[in-house]
């Protein structure tokens, strides 16, 4: 039977953390394994939270001390090192015959299974649980290429739910939409990297009247991580010169099946209404 890894472990337990450990959770997930080999001091600069709640974090996760914590780590990572599979895997692919095609595919095969790999299940059942609660107002913004995202999420959720803007891009209504969030709004961001100011800000603003922040963003973590309840990491590497968003969109797809389960009936017979006062379309006389 394989041993279950720190990584394995971190995600198991991350619901059960308080949101400063949470923090060094997803700072681990984010660069795994290098932050664990890190000094409980760097380790704590990375996460953004003190000494003190590194060693927590190594208790949390049943260790006794932060060099124990370590130790494991180390000898999981040389485990790994020496596999088979692993150095078959790590193998260089022949020239002769390969093509773009091909290599892109291993590419998009390898960041998505990366990022469901590190993807914290506690986090994604929190946002879902978020994103499916009536109670709440939903508002979702995003950056240049990653506002697709927030509106692709925001469609859908409008199908299954009332309650659910997109923060508008500029202007006096973006300004009057942050003044009028509080408790009873989530705000929905998605950040990568060559981060948004605009965003962070907003976040953090949106963050410092009550309302809850749920982030979208890449492995080295939008600032507005420090702001957020919520932080779900994707992948972005890509073929091209440019980020991919398709790790992060297998993400929204992923939680939209969540959310839409969570509602059950209501989202069906939502749904059903929708279907109903469809205009038909004009039959020729």
């Keep these: 039977m394989a ?29 795994y394994p290098l932050a664990g080999l890190e000094t409980a001091a760097e380790f704590a600069a990375r996460a953004k939270v003190s000494a003190p709640t590194i060693l927590r974090f190594a208790f949390r996760l049943g260790f006794d001390s932060y060099p124990a914590f370590q130790k494991a780590l180390m ?8 596999s088979p599979l692993r150095r078959i895997a790590e193998a260089p692919e022949p020239s002769t015959g390969s093509s773009s095609v091909a ?6 095969q390898s960041v998505l ?29 995003g950056g240049r290429f990653s506002g697709v995202l927030a509106s692709y999420l925001a ?14 891009s500029s202007g006096p209504g973006r300004t009057s939409a942050l003044l009028d969030m509080g408790r009873h709004d989530v705000l929905v961001a998605f950040d990568y990297r060559r981060y948004d100011a605009g965003i962070v800000q907003f976040a953090t603003r949106a963050s410092t009247q009550g309302a809850h922040v749920i982030l979208f963003t890449d492995p080295w973590m939008s600032p507005a991580a420090e702001v ?19 790790p992060a969109l297998a ?14 009936s209501s989202a069906r017979e939502r749904l059903a209404a929708i279907e109903e006062i469809k205009i038909p379309n004009s039959v020729s006389s």
């Design 103 to 108: 290599g892109a595919a291993a590419n998009f």
């Design 155 to 168: 469609a859908h959720l409008t199908m299954v739910r009332k309650g659910v803007r997109m923060v508008p």
């Design 228 to 246: 957020a309840e919520v932080v779900i990491p994707s992948r972005v590497e890509s073929p091209s010169p440019f980020d991919s968003m398709v």
């Design 113 to 141: 299974s990366s990022t469901f790999q590190a993807l914290p299940e506690a986090e994604l059942s929190r946002a879902a649980s978020m994103l499916g609660d009536p109670r709440l107002q939903l508002h979702l913004m």
């Design 3 to 31: 041993q279950v890894t720190i990584a394995e472990r971190t995600r198991a337990k991350l619901g059960e953390m308080k949101p400063s450990e949470a923090k060094a959770a997803r700072a681990l997930l984010a660069t």
């Design 251 to 264: 993400v929204v797809e992923t939680l939209i099946a969540s959310v839409t389960e969570r509602l059950g």
């Design 75 to 82: 000898r999981e990572v040389h485990e790994e090192m020496g």
